[in-house]
């Protein structure tokens, strides 16, 4: 007991000893450490003026423009800050482009941390495009749903893949950019389209055939059966060599949604006239859904040549111009 208790006395002593030899060293320590906590608590915190908003962040965008803009928010209170923590840990090229939600003030260490994992605090932007939906019109779409994307932008990424961006709903990242959007689409319709190769090679017509034809019968009929009548009808047209006459071409070629033509639409000079031109025209006029592309891979087998919409809804053919001219008599105004 002794012992223990002479060695605890010493270490008490030593204690106290080493305690007043150098207690400003540890003084000034504690208040050096103090201050470096203090700072970095100043310099991480949140600017005073936050306020909830979405803030965008461009693709390629340099480290200095996403402090400065991040600054400019108010989201972070030193870009400066900002610049050195991302340049220590090496993650100046990580941050993820898009548009990001800061629905709360956040430190400095947080926000980066969203930067570079591609947290936006947006739930997926939810998008659909019905059938028959062309570029131009998905464009539009597209420019309203992300703040970050013109309809110049995807009109350019889309306009060469127009009849193989499928109708469908689809769920896109906040940080979508139209090359991506564009990508998903045409991935999508190649799924479609995949079941649909055995009827396609037994049609005798190549896939852009396809899709052209597609494209029309989406624009001129509604229900599954009519889809197949006027997909037959239009192809017994091109084998007998007579124009395929469709009005719908005439929105596509004016950029318009509604198609009725009118006598100078009718002498149009462009490619895509299909009373001037016989064949099929060089390219799709919209975005057809499975139904249709099924139809012109799989029409109806008719003799019927002629076909048109009455006022009552329904949908009238006949085989010869004569019994054409009776229709559009009876049916239309």
């Known amino acids: 007991m002794d012992f223990f208790r002479r060695f605890l006395s010493a270490m008490v002593s030593a204690f106290e000893f080493h305690l007043a030899r150098f207690s400003r060293v540890w ?132 306009h060469p893949y127009e009849g193989y961006l499928f109708p469908d709903t689809y769920l896109f990242s906040p940080s979508a950019d139209a090359a991506s959007i564009v990508a998903a689409m045409r991935a999508n319709f190649n799924a479609k389209i995949q079941p649909l190769s055995a009827d396609i090679q037994a049609s005798g017509h190549s896939l852009s055939d396809i899709v052209i034809m597609a494209s029309l019968v989406e624009k001129e009929a509604r229900s599954k059966d009519a889809k197949r009548m006027v997909a037959g009808i239009l192809w017994n047209r091109l084998r007998r060599g007579m124009p395929l006459q469709v009005d719908s071409v005439f929105g596509y070629i004016y950029g318009r949604s509604t198609y009725a033509p009118s006598l100078a639409d009718l002498r149009v000079n462009s490619p895509y006239n299909t009373y001037l031109h016989k064949g099929l025209p060089p390219g799709p006029i919209d975005n057809p859904g499975l139904n249709s592309l099924k139809a012109a891979a799989n029409p109806a087998k008719t003799n019927y040549l002629y076909y048109l919409t009455g006022t009552d809804g329904r949908m009238h053919y006949a085989m010869t111009y004569a019994e054409h001219q009776a229709n559009r008599r009876k049916y239309l105004p």
């Open 27 to 158: 003084i000034a320590t504690l208040v050096a450490l103090g201050v470096v906590l203090g700072g970095g608590y100043v310099f991480t915190a949140p600017p005073s003026g936050f306020s909830p908003q979405d803030v965008v962040i461009a693709r390629g965008a340099s480290v200095s423009a996403v402090a400065q803009e991040l600054a400019d928010a108010h989201i972070v209170a030193y870009p400066m800050a900002l610049r050195i923590v991302l340049r220590i840990g090496g993650d100046e090229n990580k941050i993820q482009a898009g548009t990001y939600r800061f629905s709360a003030a956040e430190n400095l260490f947080t926000v980066i941390g969203r930067l570079l994992t591609g947290a936006y605090g947006i739930p997926p932007v939810r998008i659909t495009f019905f059938e028959g939906t062309t570029v131009r019109e998905m464009a539009t779409r597209v420019a309203a749903a992300f703040p970050g994307i013109s309809a110049a932008d995807f009109s350019a990424a889309g």
